[in-house]
């Protein structure tokens, strides 16, 4: 069994700034790429920014320049460092992991941006 706990959601003004965290823990034997995705509402959900295990990163053309995708292999956490926070990156941020047992989800946290 793969946990996914997700933090650093909230409310923050336009312009501001929040950082998302992912951690993964149970029987994992290795960690490939990890990513977070957003879900607007009404709308699909969106790939935002991807990391593969060996540090390769790629974004969203709406967050690029804005937002940074990291991980702590050693801690199984993936970081999404999000600046200059607009009304429409409003969304729940999902946190999804591939793993050598499965791909998994996050339970998703909430960011709104709004003044």
């Known amino acids: 069994q793969v946990q996914l706990v997700e933090s650093g959601g909230g409310l923050v003004q336009p312009g501001g700034s929040l950082r998302l965290s992912c951690s993964a823990s149970?029987?994992?034997?290795?960690?490939?790429?990890m990513a977070w995705y957003r879900q607007a509402p009404g709308k699909q959900r969106e790939l935002a920014a991807g990391i593969t295990h060996r540090g390769d990163t790629n974004y969203a053309d709406s967050v690029k320049g804005r937002f940074t995708i990291s991980r702590d292999n050693d801690k199984r956490t993936v970081y999404l460092q999000m600046n200059s926070l607009k009304p429409e990156d409003t969304a729940v941020y999902y946190c999804?992991?591939?793993?050598?047992?499965?791909?998994?989800w996050g339970q998703g946290t909430q960011v709104t941006v709004s003044s």
């Open positions: 149970g029987s994992i034997f290795s960690i490939y790429t």
């Open positions: 999804n992991v591939g793993t050598s047992v499965g791909a998994y």
